[in-house]
C-alpha cells in the first residue's frame, strides 16, 4: 500500500510589508511562479482568502462594480457573483460555496494561502502498467456518449443512448450507430451509466436492452438525486442496477477495476469514470463541468471528455430585453470558443497519451426545431483537437461510429496505421431519417389526458412540486409548435411566494417569468411527475424574464429537486368526481 496522507501546499507567500500593505475588503494576487491568481479579503483584523477560479467553469474574477460594498467579484466568463465576505455566490442566488484557503501567518506577520490536499483515492494500491498485448484493450465508439470497451475477456459499455430522442423530443441522434448495437450491448459484461439526463439513460434503448438480458450488470454513483429515480415508471424491466459510492475502487477481476467520481458543480447528479485495466487508466469526465471538484489522474492512456456545448436552452429560447439574434449569435460564438479553450486546457495540464472529444453527437433535427438547430451551433471536434496538438504532443481520437482503438498499439506506437480503424468504407456515419412518429404519439397522449380537463390540476401540480416562499411570478402558456398560444390551453400565473394562482400580476415588487411550452411536453411531464429538463434542455419552452436574473433556486428545484414520486392523479381524479 502506498502512504495516503494528506497534503498542505503553500499556494502563495506574502511578506510583512505585503501583509501591512492590504487594504480593507479585496486584494487581487498572482503566483508570478505558477501564473495562478488568488483573492484575498480583508474586513479589520479579519482574513479571508481564495482561489481566484469561478466554480462554474473556471473563470477568472475581477471586482464588481455595481458592489457599492466592495465585497464582491464577478465572474469575467458568465458574470457568476461571489460575495468575498462569505464565500457564497450571490448570482446565481442560493447556489454554491467558495472553497477557502487556509491561510498561516508566521512570526514577522508574514502570510502563506496553504491548500490542504486530501489523497487521490486512485492512488490506493497502485498498480504499475503491464504492456498490452495487440488487441487486448479496444475502444469502439458507437454514438453520442456511448463507447464499448473490450477489456482482456471482459466487456463495458459507456452511456448507452442508441435509439429515440433524448429531452422529450428536442435531441436526436447525430450519428448512425453500427447495426449490430444491441447485439454488443447484450454481450456487455457491465454498463456504467454517469447520470440520469436521458442522451446517458436512455429509457428506449434500455427497453430493448432489457428485454433480451434483464439481468445485465448496470453501475451507477451513488448521486444524491438516484440515477434510476424513475425506473418504476419507466416500464423498463432491469434488475441488477448496483449503485456504488465514490471514489473506492470496485474490482471487476484481477485486471479490471474501476471508480466513478462525483461532479464539483452537480453532485448531486452528475458523475464521471476511471476503468483501471493492467494499471492502465481510462478516464471518461462525461458532462462533468468541474469533474472530482478538478481533481484529476494525470498522464493517464485515454481520456475523453465532452465538447460541443449547446445542451442548454440558453439562451437560443430567450427573448425580450438584450436577447436580440445578434446577441445571441455573438454570446453562442463566445461561449462556444471558451468551452474550446477550457477543454484544450485541461488537456495540457492532465497529459493524457489519447484524448478523444465525445458525448457532443446531438442535432435538433425535428422540424419543428430548424430555429434552434441552426442557431445553436456546436464546437467541431476536429478544431478542438487541432488546438490539443498544437499545444501539447497528445494524440487525439474524432470518433466515427464503428471506429475501432487499439490501445496496446497506439501506447506503443501512436502512428501505427493499425492503431485505429476506421469504419469500413460506405458505412454510413450521419443519420438522414429519424423515426420520429411513434415517439411524438406517446407524447401527444398526455394532452388528451383526463386530468387536464379539470383546471385545479395546476394547484394539484404545483402543490406536489413543493417549491414555495420564494419572490418569483411565473406566467405558465401552453403552445402549439411554433409557440402560438395553444386553442383551449391554459395560461395561468403562479405566485411562489404563498404559492397561489392569481388571475393578475401581483401589486408588490417581484421577478417575473414567461415560460411558453409546447403542449404535449409541459403536459407529458406534468403527468408523469418529470423533471424540466425536458421542457429546457429540449428546447421546447420559450422564456421572457423581467428583471433578467437566472433563477437558479427555482430551477434547480424543477430540474434537479422534484419529489421522487409522481402526483397521484388517480385519487386527484376521484376528487374531482
Not at 436574473?549 to 386527484?572: A, E
Request: charged share 25%.
Amino acid at each position: 500500500m502506498m502512504d495516503r496522507k494528506q497534503t498542505a501546499e503553500i499556494l502563495l507567500t506574502l511578506s510583512p510589508a505585503e501583509v501591512a500593505n492590504l487594504k480593507e475588503g479585496i486584494n487581487f494576487f498572482r503566483n508570478k511562479t505558477t501564473g495562478k491568481e488568488y483573492i484575498l479579503y480583508k474586513e479589520k483584523d479579519h482574513l479571508k482568502a481564495c482561489k481566484n477560479l469561478c466554480k462554474h467553469q473556471g473563470g477568472l474574477f475581477m471586482k464588481d462594480i455595481e458592489d457599492l460594498d466592495g465585497r464582491s467579484v464577478k465572474c469575467t466568463k458568465h458574470n457568476w457573483k461571489l460575495d468575498v465576505s462569505t464565500m457564497k455566490y450571490i448570482n446565481p442566488p442560493g447556489s454554491f460555496c467558495q472553497d477557502e484557503l487556509v491561510i498561516e501567518m508566521d512570526e514577522n506577520n508574514g502570510l502563506s494561502l496553504v491548500e490542504l490536499n486530501p489523497p487521490n483515492p486512485w492512488d490506493s494500491d497502485p498498480r504499475s502498467p503491464e504492456e498490452l498485448a495487440f488487441g487486448e484493450v479496444q475502444i469502439t465508439y458507437l454514438t453520442h456518449a456511448c463507447m464499448d470497451l473490450k477489456l482482456g475477456d471482459k466487456r463495458m459499455v459507456f452511456d448507452p443512448w442508441l435509439i429515440g430522442p433524448a429531452f422529450a423530443r428536442g435531441w436526436w441522434l447525430l450519428h448512425e450507430p453500427p447495426s449490430d448495437w444491441l447485439e454488443r450491448l447484450c454481450k456487455a459484461d457491465l454498463i456504467y451509466i454517469s447520470h440520469m439526463h436521458s442522451d446517458h439513460l436512455s429509457y428506449p434503448t434500455l427497453k430493448q436492452l432489457s428485454q433480451r438480458r434483464p439481468d445485465i450488470p448496470i453501475y451507477v454513483g451513488d448521486t444524491e438525486r438516484p440515477v434510476f429515480w424513475n425506473l418504476d415508471q419507466s416500464g423498463v424491466g432491469l434488475t441488477n442496477i448496483n449503485v456504488v459510492p465514490f471514489g473506492i475502487w470496485q474490482q471487476v477481476d484481477k485486471s479490471l477495476r474501476f471508480m466513478i467520481l462525483m461532479d464539483g458543480v452537480h453532485p448531486e447528479m452528475d458523475t464521471c469514470i476511471i476503468v483501471e485495466y493492467k494499471g492502465h487508466k481510462i478516464l471518461n469526465t462525461v458532462d462533468c463541468t468541474r469533474p472530482n471538484g478538478g481533481r484529476l489522474p494525470e498522464k493517464v492512456a485515454l481520456m475523453m471528455s465532452d465538447f460541443a456545448g449547446g445542451a442548454s436552452g440558453f439562451p437560443m429560447t430567450f427573448s425580450g430585453g438584450k436577447f436580440t439574434e445578434e446577441w445571441k449569435a455573438q454570446f453562442i460564438k463566445a461561449e462556444r470558443r471558451k468551452l474550446l479553450n477550457y477543454k484544450a486546457q485541461l488537456v495540457k495540464d492532465l497529459q493524457p497519451r489519447i484524448y478523444c472529444p465525445f458525448a457532443g453527437y446531438f442535432v435538433e433535427s425535428h422540424p419543428s426545431d430548424k430555429y434552434i438547430k441552426e442557431t445553436n451551433t456546436k464546437n467541431d471536434p476536429n478544431q478542438l483537437n487541432n488546438l490539443i496538438r498544437k499545444n501539447s504532443d497528445v494524440v487525439t481520437w474524432t470518433p466515427r461510429p464503428g471506429a475501432v482503438l487499439d490501445l496496446g498499439r497506439m501506447l506503443k506506437d501512436p502512428t501505427d496505421s493499425k492503431g485505429i480503424v476506421e469504419p469500413p468504407e460506405g458505412t454510413k456515419i450521419y443519420k438522414d431519417s429519424w423515426d420520429f412518429g411513434p415517439y411524438l404519439e406517446i407524447l401527444n397522449s398526455a394532452v388528451r389526458d383526463e386530468i387536464f380537463h379539470h383546471s385545479s390540476w395546476i394547484k394539484e401540480y404545483f402543490t406536489w412540486a413543493g417549491f414555495k416562499n420564494y419572490n418569483l411570478v411565473v406566467r405558465m402558456i401552453e403552445t402549439d409548435e411554433d409557440f402560438s398560444p395553444f386553442p383551449g390551453g391554459y395560461d395561468y400565473l403562479v405566485d411562489f411566494l404563498d404559492l397561489s394562482f392569481p388571475k393578475e400580476r401581483p401589486s408588490r415588487e417581484h421577478p417575473y417569468e414567461e415560460i411558453h411550452s409546447r403542449v404535449d411536453v409541459i403536459r407529458y411531464v406534468v403527468k408523469n411527475g418529470l423533471l424540466w429538463d425536458d421542457l429546457y434542455i429540449g428546447f421546447q419552452t420559450r422564456l421572457l424574464r423581467d428583471p433578467d436574473i437566472y433563477h437558479h433556486l427555482f430551477w434547480n428545484h424543477f430540474q434537479i429537486k422534484l419529489p421522487l414520486t409522481p402526483p397521484n392523479w388517480k385519487l386527484f381524479l376521484m376528487h374531482c368526481d
